[in-house]
């Protein structure tokens, strides 16, 4: 009997990095891969289901503009419920730390499915920072029975909350696998705005922001810290693909709209967006998975967030915190451009997240965990 597994997902980021999982399970016939997207996010989930040909079994179709984060959590543990009582899969797997992340571990748990979870154990413990992240990563943590954890540190902070031993595997993120199947020199973008950036001639700051928790004042502070800079600094460009969210293309349009060094655009396809990382000079960040995909493009990160849940590159010198308020977000982007001794220290392409081999790893864990495979993979031992 083959292994059935029901992959849930509904946003761009848990999409990107459950891409590549799915190809690994499709392509092994020890199992039957299934695919539910709840669509938390619609229009940016869609563009990574092209890009992967992922096509799903079910969808729920659940975005609303404006959709609380109660909202999200009810439709999903609802929705999600009904399928996994259709498909009685022997595993769910989720990823990382949404909404729909953590109401489908819910719906798994309420009918006894076994919760496998992608992406495990990344803590700031402060529970509202990320909001409402890491209570999300927290709580599907304890709701898990195998915790795929992409680095030793992750690994030891499950560890530390008495998480057995034996259901966590180190496996490496698998951003780093759709990341370099993603990247490629010489790429050629079909946006004529792309198109014309010159990165030798230009420095380009890439920046995107989005995090429920610099809604409202953090978010004035960073667009006004870029009005700034832009100001600042002649040579530089700034591109800024704007998150869907009604509320932040707004505010964005009503600051920013209007400079000729700052491009607005809506969120770019996952193909050109981290082309257009590889070729910039600074990437200006509140996200999480920028802030494992830039240091393994050896980009310099500057993160417009007080805490994070990944601070190994913050560790290795690639990363740095640097908040929410414009006069040290302006400060930190001046010293990286003037300053090319900083720039060098920051710009050192590693890669504490991954080979690239992580979906392989999570699929022989599998394999082992459901009998298939008398001894875990070598790279275990
Ligand atoms: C969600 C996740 C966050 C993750 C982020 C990735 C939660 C609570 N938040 O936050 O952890 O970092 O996704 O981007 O799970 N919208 C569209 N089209 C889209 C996507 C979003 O129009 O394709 C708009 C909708 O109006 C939607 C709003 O954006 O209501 C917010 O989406 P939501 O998923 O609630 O929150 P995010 O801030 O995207
Ligand atoms: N991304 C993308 N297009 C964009 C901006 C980001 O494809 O215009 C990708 C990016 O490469 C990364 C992921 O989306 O893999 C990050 O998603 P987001 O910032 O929305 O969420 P977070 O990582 O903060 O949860």
């Known amino acids: 009997m083959k292994i059935k597994i029901l992959s849930v997902f509904g946003t761009r980021p848990e999409a990107i990095k459950m891409a590549p999982l799915v190809k690994t399970l499709d392509e092994h016939e020890g199992f039957e891969s299934r695919v539910a997207v709840t669509a938390q996010h619609r229009e940016m989930l869609d563009q990574v289901l092209e890009l992967f040909r992922i096509q799903p079994h079910h969808d729920l179709d659940i975005m609303h503009h404006g959709q609380t984060l109660s909202d999200i959590t009810c439709r999903v543990l609802q929705g999600i419920g009904e399928i996994i009582q259709g498909e009685r899969p022997h595993m769910v797997l989720v990823h990382g730390d949404t909404t729909t992340t953590f109401a489908a571990a819910l719906a798994s748990f309420y009918q006894k499915i076994p919760v496998g979870h992608v992406e495990a154990g990344l803590r700031t413990y402060d529970k509202y920072a990320p909001f409402p992240e890491e209570m999300n990563r927290q709580l599907t943590g304890s709701l898990g029975s195998l915790h795929f954890a992409p680095t030793e540190r992750a690994r030891e902070s499950l560890l530390d909350e008495s998480v057995h031993g034996d259901s966590i595997f180190v496996t490496g993120n698998t951003v780093i696998d759709a990341l370099l199947e993603t990247v490629r020199e010489n790429y050629v973008f079909s946006d004529p705005l792309l198109k014309e950036l010159d990165f030798e001639r230009e420095k380009v700051i890439l920046v995107t922001a989005h995090r429920r928790e610099n809604w409202g004042e953090p978010m004035e502070e960073i667009f006004s810290a870029l009005n700034e800079i832009v100001g600042k600094f002649e040579d530089i460009k700034i591109v ?51 802030q494992e995909e830039a240091p393994a493009l050896g980009k310099p990160v500057l993160v417009m967030r007080e805490t994070t849940e990944r601070p190994e590159a913050v560790e290795e010198g690639t990363v740095k915190l640097v908040g929410a308020k414009r006069e040290k977000i302006v400060r930190e982007v001046g010293k990286l451009l003037t300053c090319p001794k900083d720039y060098e220290r920051m710009a050192n392409a590693l890669n504490p997240y991954g080979d690239g081999r992580a979906s392989l790893r999570i699929r022989d864990t599998l394999l082992y965990y459901f009998g298939r495979r008398r001894e875990m993979p070598e790279e275990f031992a």
């Open 240 to 290: 800024f693909p704007v998150h869907k969210n009604p509320h932040l293309q707004r505010l964005a349009r009503e600051t920013l709209g209007g400079h000729p060094r700052v491009h607005l655009i809506d969120p770019l396809d996952y193909e050109p967006f981290v082309n257009l990382m590889a070729g910039s000079h600074i990437v200006l960040t509140d996200s999480g998975g920028l």
